[in-house]
């Protein structure tokens, strides 16, 4: 059976959604690597949603690395985890023209990724608040049995006020099994790649913990640990061959243990880092003030 096949009989005996007919788009089309975002306002009931369209080609190609193999649809994935730090996604099916689609909350804030680039200052004091969050998302999805496998700033929408933000994107999730965790997939955005990944070696749950690191490291110090030269999987090899720059000379006068926290999460050796995601967000826990 095809690839689109499988893809189809997912989905058979379900109704496809005719956008057009259910919904007014209140707002074009924000493009993502592997899908289109929309909000939109649904006819019957005023509600505001986000509707996210995956890319069917994109798609079809992420799926064939794992060709014989049982791998969840991100929708399916989505509507399974329910935390207050995780996006509600409400359905998941196919449109009319065949492509997957998710139907979510609307969430009316911007991405922490644009927040952190333009050195927002409604961020400074609620790092730490944030980071506690980002790790109880986490530790949802690990104790689900998934690897996000994309953990980073832009996979996060903050709260207007900055005092929350909500886990966004399963694209690239997979189940947490040893089918799936073996060497070769080297999906991700690479600034914020474990080295064990872009080495081709196992990897377990543990390289989320690694993404997280990274992207508390940026959110703290405004800067990633490793240059960013390329932007491509290049740059990731860096993360097993150099040190990562110091979090305290990015930022001094950060609380002492939070900093280490923080480095032991971007160890190259998955074996230094917190064991899990839950041990991480009980450390955040314990820590009651950013800086010294």
Known sequence: ??????FTSFFAGQPKLDIASRFEILREAVSGTMSEFYKVREHGTGRTLGLKILDLEKQQFFDSRFAGLKRPKEGEIAMSLTHPCIVRTIEHG???TGQQYLLMEYLDGRGLNS?????DPMLEGKQLILLRQMADALACV????????????????AAPDCRSCKLIDFGLTLPAKPEFMAPGNRTGTPNYMAPEIVRRRPTDQRVDIFSLGVTGFRLLAYELPWAALEGTGRDALTHDTMAPSDIFEKRPGLNQELGDLIMSCIERDPRRRPETAKDLLTKLQRIKKMEA
């Not at 059976?1 to 499988?6: A, E, H, R």
């Not at 690990?142 to 929408?157: K, L, Q, T, V, W």
């Open 1 to 6: 059976m095809s690839l689109l096949k499988k």
């Open 94 to 96: 196919l449109v009319i």
């Open 115 to 119: 927040l952190i680039v333009d050195r």
């Open 142 to 157: 690990h104790e689900a049995g998934y690897i996000h496998r994309d953990i980073c700033p832009r996979n996060f929408i």
